[in-house]
């Protein structure tokens, strides 16, 4: 059974970093695109970053651009996502997510609704 573990949430304070973890199981998605989303209390579930199936392309939403960065490691069926100078507006559940190609081989990376598989959210506070 296809499975997203994320780790490395926590609470810190404002400015610090953290690195998120998201280790896939059941399934190789090393042709999958994968992406990062993020839920605050009452808010939607909106997109934070994506990364192509070679990792060789990396798409950001304007409020963490330059703070954070993803990564994969295909051999380990690993993505991160390491968030520097955190905000206190960062505070949110993070969910891992994979998407895979369209039936025209097509990617769309940043919305919700190309993804397949979720994992389970870990918590990432930040205190001002």
């Known amino acids: 059974q296809e499975q997203l573990v994320e780790s490395g949430g926590g609470l810190v304070q404002a400015g610090n970093s953290l690195r998120l973890s998201c280790a896939a199981s059941g399934r190789t998605f090393s042709n999958y695109a994968m992406g990062w989303f993020r839920q605050a209390p009452g808010e939607e579930r909106e997109f934070v970053a994506a990364?192509?199936?070679?990792?060789?392309?990396?798409y950001y939403a304007d409020s963490v651009k330059g703070r954070f960065t993803i990564s994969r490691d295909n051999a380990k069926n690993t993505v991160y996502l390491q968030m520097n100078s955190l905000k206190p507006e960062d505070t949110a559940v993070y969910y891992c997510a994979a998407e895979p190609p369209d039936e025209r081989g097509v990617f769309y990376y940043v919305g919700l609704a190309g993804y397949k598989y979720w994992g389970q959210g870990t918590q990432v506070t930040v205190t001002s």
């Open positions: 990364i192509s199936w070679s990792g060789e392309t990396t």
